[in-house]
């Protein structure tokens, strides 16, 4: 199947759900919370995300993405999630050796099984998505 993109999408063990909405909304408003801190070293760069419940003020989890640069390109970035008692629970790679524009990614999330991942091809791009 494609989608306007022109992906070829796998979507493998997904139903439509009311709770996808429910969680898409969770995580904007979630992403509208996020503080970078962000700190430089030789051909890297740190940044820390920090995610809130905004109606109570906890922290539900912290994102660290580690970017490496060479030739002050971007060619891989990893992004470490932590839980609120500072356990990794999810770890995504990004490489854009291939493509600056679209990188390949792979995520995966320990606690529910949720795997994403984009293999992008000479002339195409296929995204992998289960749970």
């Known amino acids: 199947m ?28 979630c992403s509208i919370s996020i503080l970078f801190i962000s700190e430089i070293q030789a051909g890297t760069l740190k940044r820390v995300g920090y995610a809130y419940d905004t109606k109570i003020n906890v922290l539900l989890y912290t994102e660290t993405h580690h970017e490496e640069y060479i030739d002050d390109k971007v060619c891989r970035w990893i992004v470490y999630y932590t839980d609120a008692n500072g356990k ?15 990188p390949e990614f792979k995520l995966l999330n320990t606690q529910n099984g949720h795997h994403e991942e984009l293999d992008t091809g000479q002339d195409r791009a296929r995204y992998i998505f289960d749970k």
């Open 88 to 102: 990794i629970f999810a770890k995504k790679k990004l490489d854009f050796s291939s493509n600056r524009t679209l």
């Open 2 to 29: 494609f989608n306007n993109f022109g992906w070829d999408l796998e979507m493998r063990g997904v139903k439509e759900k009311p709770m996808h909405r429910l969680l898409f909304k969770f995580f904007v408003v």
